[in-house]
């Protein structure tokens, strides 16, 4: 997943000036463009990435946009996770020192991992990043996509 979310930022930093000045005074415009074009980075690889902007929260520069708050879509219509247990998915976040794991309430199997600063939901459909994007959930993000997704870099684009 990293390969996808690199790919994200690489292209939003390359189309910044689509956004940029919309950003200041015609948000919901930016929102649109900077959607369309996670869209356009999201069909390279063949998910659904959508770029969230939570009511309530500070607004990122430009520069940070799609650092946060960003969702990754595999298969919409998946409910189960097909090769990995929970206990595995547990041992695979703990570099991210969660506060609490707990099973997703979503009508389907998943787990919410309350960070430090953020969370993840993780669905069999694809995850839900409401925390910055380090290299650690980078890394995490990489084993849950290739152990439960089965996708791999060379496996898509």
């Known amino acids: 997943m990293s390969w996808i979310v690199k790919d994200l930022w690489e292209t939003l930093d390359e189309r910044r000036g689509e956004y940029e000045t919309l950003w200041q005074d015609h948000t919901l ?31 990122p520069d430009a520069a940070h946009i799609g650092h946060r708050d960003v969702s990754i879509l595999v298969d919409k219509n998946r409910k189960k996770f097909e090769q990995i247990a929970e206990d595995e998915v547990k041992r695979a976040i703990q570099p991210l020192n969660p506060l609490s794991f707990d099973v997703a309430r979503f009508g389907h199997e998943g787990f919410r991992a309350n960070l430090p600063a953020g969370r993840i939901d993780c669905l069999p459909s694809g995850v839900h990043l409401w925390c910055n994007i380090t290299t650690e959930v980078l890394e995490f993000l990489d084993w849950i996509f290739e152990n439960g997704y089965g996708l791999k870099p060379e496996s898509r684009a």
Request: charge should be negative; avoid cysteine; aromatic fraction near 12%.
């Open 29 to 59: 415009r930016a929102f649109e463009t900077i959607n369309w074009i996670a869209s356009e980075v999201g069909d390279r690889w063949d998910v659904l990435i959508q770029i969230n902007f939570p009511p309530g929260q500070e607004r």
